[in-house]
């Protein structure tokens, strides 16, 4: 089956295909448009052992961010060579955001962008997103910030664990809310 499209001197063939990816073009446009106000993820707190520092046993660890300091202390991308160097979760306040929710995934979010945890006990702490992780998972945040929330960290031989009641080590249920376009 085959649309017609009129222009200047008659008409011409669009194929079904081209009218779709017009549309999602053109949608695309409109949302990006409109802006996002917040995000809120519900989770569970989780340590972050990524970048330049020690990995702590992390079997999942990876030696870059998605975020690299410039010489002022700022988070940029880390393909931006302005960067001087990755993070490092033992030393620097860094939150984990979902990739689906990244600016280079079509997403709202960029390193910088700020994201607030906030615990059952209605205790909140808000550090700049310095990575990007697993999609649709939130709650992760570098060794050091976890540490400055003042939760508990236990160093097992599979890498550390978050913990409110010791040795006991439960699950810490968190809702983060992200601040798209938050970025100082």
Do not use: W
């Not at 992390?58 to 030696?63: E, G, K």
């Not at 910030?145 to 968190?174: C, E, K, W, Y």
């Amino acid at each position: 089956m085959t649309s017609s499209a009129f222009y200047r001197g008659g008409m011409r063939a669009i194929s079904p295909g081209t009218i779709a990816n017009l549309l999602v073009s053109c949608l695309q446009s409109v949302l990006n448009c409109i802006p996002v106000s917040t995000i809120v993820i519900k989770g569970v707190l989780a340590i972050d052992t990524d970048g330049i520092g020690h990995h702590h046993n992390d079997p999942d660890a990876q030696s870059k961010t998605s975020a690299k300091l410039d010489a002022n202390g700022k988070f940029v991308s880390a393909s931006d060579p302005t960067g001087v160097r990755f993070l490092n979760a033992d030393t620097d306040q860094y939150s984990v955001a979902p990739l689906n929710l990244a600016v280079v995934n079509g997403g709202p979010l960029k390193v910088g962008d700020l994201a607030t945890v906030t615990f059952a006990s209605g205790k909140t702490h808000t550090a700049p997103i310095g990575d990007f992780g697993p999609k649709g998972k939130a709650g992760e945040f570098s060794l050091f910030a976890v540490q400055q929330m003042g939760v508990q960290v236990i160093f097992t031989h599979s890498g550390p664990i978050p913990t409110l009641d010791g040795p006991n080590a439960s699950d810490i249920h968190v809702s983060v809310e992200f601040f798209p376009n938050s970025a100082k």
